[in-house]
């Protein structure tokens, strides 16, 4: 099956830093979200990017599908920002039944200092 | 819109007893799925229900798990009997599984934390 590898998998941030986070998967995909899992253990829809740039306040995500990677930027980081960041991808089935599961990597865990 | 619902929140069981979870997707959405998560790994897909159809359960353990999906929108899943490894977050999640735009990204419910004793 598909591999997701994420890195680093610990950060500390002083607050107000800056950081980035990766993923890399071992096949093409159709499918590639990025979650925030809060100390409570919601996860939290950051963006679903399985290609291309996306902007969402101070966070931003870019995934290159050719090179299978994406990346998560994190500006200016506020204690807020703590908890485990997850990347999931999933590779659709041909025929478009079938299994749509989330294939997560095992996350960064961010804790962000004041 | 609403989100996903999940009951209960906490779930505290001796093994060898069954218990229940309870799944209620975001309006509309005609894709249902059960993660496990275990402490300190990412969420693993359980069972896969597209309307009230099972998609996929490659990954449930059918001895002591069963889910069903009524009607094509609440689900259950329950564990009968629970065994220690149990212990772990369940996580509901749904999605629209249109071929277009964003139709098949996951929307996850607040989880069930079970443990067993």
């Known amino acids: 099956g598909i591999q997701v590898e994420q890195s680093p998998p610990d950060l500390i941030l002083q607050e107000g830093a800056n950081s980035t986070l990766r993923c890399n998967f071992s096949?093409?995909?159709?499918?590639l979200q990025w979650f925030h899992q809060n100390p409570w253990g919601q996860l939290i829809n950051l963006f679903y990017?399985?290609?291309g740039t996306k902007q969402n306040g101070r966070l931003s995500a870019t995934t290159v599908a050719t090179e299978r990677y994406s990346l998560l930027y994190i500006s200016s980081s506020q204690t807020t920002d703590s908890g485990v960041y997850f990347c999931?991808?999933?590779?659709?089935?041909?025929?478009?039944?079938?299994?749509?599961?989330?294939?997560f990597g095992k996350g960064t865990k961010l804790s962000v200092i004041p | 819109e609403a989100g996903v619902a999940q009951s209960p929140r906490y779930k505290i069981i001796e093994k060898r007893q069954s218990v229940a979870f309870w799944c209620n997707p975001i309006?509309?959405?005609?894709?249902l799925y059960w993660y496990q998560q275990i402490l300190g790994q990412g969420p693993k897909l359980l069972i896969q229900?597209?309307?009230?159809?099972?998609?996929?359960d490659s990954q449930l353990p059918k001895d002591r798990f069963s889910a069903e999906r009524l009607k094509g929108v609440d689900s259950t899943l329950k564990i009968q009997p629970a065994k220690l490894e149990d212990s772990a977050v369940y996580l509901c999640?749904?999605?629209?599984?249109?071929?277009?735009?964003?139709?098949?990204?996951?929307?996850f419910g607040p989880g069930t934390r079970l443990t067993v004793t």
């Open positions: 999640a749904s999605s629209l599984s249109r071929l277009t735009g964003t139709g098949y990204e996951q929307y």
């Open positions: 096949d093409s995909v159709n499918n």
């Open positions: 990017i399985p290609s």
């Open positions: 999931a991808v999933v590779i659709a089935p041909y025929s478009g039944a079938g299994s749509y599961q989330l294939t």
């Open positions: 309006s509309g959405h005609a894709t």
């Open positions: 229900f597209q309307n009230n159809g099972v998609v996929d």
